[in-house]
């Protein structure tokens, strides 16, 4: 049985508001923008708990929520989370596929947000890749295999 956190609940609350901006095809910057913020919380859900290295104390330590370690770091003035999350998914995510679509979300997600609502097909289309792959790794992770 799959553990429901406050991160998972979000990340399927996100998800659920994308599929049906996707499905509406109207508002595709906001199919963009839900995709990203549901990954980034599917992430989240992903990798925690685990053990990371603590800043503040340099040695690893256990961490039961990503708001914990955002927590540590940002006691040390570090940055902001989703520089954070970016370092976690650098630094210990071994799968490729999983950080290049991590980056190519945040991009994306980035251009509709700051440059231009009028995404296109093509950024859309890397977007619903990139939220797929992000899915996937967390349910690989999360969803007891049978």
């Keep these: ?69 955002i927590k540590a770091n940002r006691s040390l003035n570090q940055a902001n989370a989703h520089r954070i999350l970016a370092n976690i998914v650098e630094n210990y995510v071994d799968e490729e596929d999983v950080k290049n679509s991590y980056k190519d979300l945040k991009d994306v997600c980035h251009f509709a947000r700051y440059i231009n609502y009028n995404v296109g097909k093509q950024r859309l289309q890397v977007a619903t890749e990139a939220l797929t792959v992000l899915k996937e790794y967390h349910d690989k992770i999360k969803i007891p295999q049978i």
């Design 1 to 69: 049985m799959i553990n429901r956190t406050k991160d998972l609940e979000h990340a399927e609350h996100n998800f659920k508001l994308h599929t049906q901006l996707l499905e509406d095809g109207n508002y595709d910057d906001w199919v963009i923008t839900t995709g990203f913020y549901s990954g980034i919380k599917f992430l989240q859900n992903a990798l925690f708990p685990s053990e990371y290295i603590c800043p503040s104390e340099r040695k690893m330590k256990r961490f039961n929520t990503f708001a914990e370690y």
